[in-house]
């Protein structure tokens, strides 16, 4: 399983981004999929998740009701939707699954968010 994250880029707070996920490989609409994100000096903490259901789908508190994640099982793409973005939420975004028990994670996508 490969999987190669972007999107990432400079917005002001406030602002909107889209975070893509592409997948390689034949298990993407069996699994489910995570997205993770380690801010400077913090440990990686978990952002959402979807199970392989598209509407089965949980976040950190610290996101909920401003991102969302989704999938498109046709394309092998993880989304994650990021609305009234703060600077606290400037991090590296990592997309993540697990596999017969292996995990795999994607290179990761930088956010940065202005004051």
């Known amino acids: 399983v490969q999987l190669q994250a972007s999107g990432g880029g400079l917005v002001q707070a406030g602002g909107s981004l889209r975070l893509s996920c592409a997948a390689s490989g034949r298990t993407f609409s069996s699994v489910a999929m995570a997205w993770f994100r380690q801010g400077p000096g913090k440990e990686r903490e978990f952002v959402a998740g979807?199970?392989?259901?598209?509407?089965?789908?949980h976040y950190a508190d610290s996101v909920k009701g401003r991102f969302q994640i989704s999938r498109d099982n046709a394309a092998d793409t993880l989304y994650l939707h990021m609305s009234i973005l703060k600077p606290e939420d400037t991090a590296v975004y990592s997309c993540s699954t697990v596999v017969r028990g292996r995990r795999y994670w994607g290179q990761g996508t930088l956010v940065t968010v202005s004051s």
């Open positions: 979807i199970r392989r259901r598209p509407s089965d789908t």
